[in-house]
């Protein structure tokens, strides 16, 4: 991937083009980055107002590691393990060193895991398709 950079409008003298998109750039010449921490993956439309219920969620956890979790709320959430299980994640204080190994992949693995299971999330008893198809 390349960083080269280029002008992105004349008038402009504050940003620059990137092969990944327009960044601005701040002052003493460093220049701000975006970094997708977290993507999500449903089995629904991305538009459909229920989107967000049956989805799942690749998280960015650093050093190139990624988590698939199910729910995010103020309790915290459910991972997924490298044996296909839901479990409950711990706080970052309480998580040993064989908990991360069992629940974080690389970005492209975490990716194909969110969308085997994204069809298969459950909210109240029911997956996207059947909430799709309810009479």
Known sequence: MSTEASAVDDDDEYAIET???PYPVVEDGLTAEAHPTEYLVTAL???HREARTFAVWVQDRGHG????ALHQN????EVLTRDGQW????????????????????LDEALRLAKEQAP???WNGQTAADWLHRD
């Open 74 to 77: 103020s309790s915290g959430q």
């Open 87 to 106: 479990v409950w994640e711990p706080r970052p204080s309480s998580r040993s060193d064989e908990f991360i190994a069992l629940t974080r992949f690389d």
């Open 45 to 47: 439309p991305v538009d």
């Open 65 to 68: 590691k990624y988590a698939v």
């Open 120 to 122: 298969r999330v459950r």
């Open 19 to 21: 092969s990944r998109g």
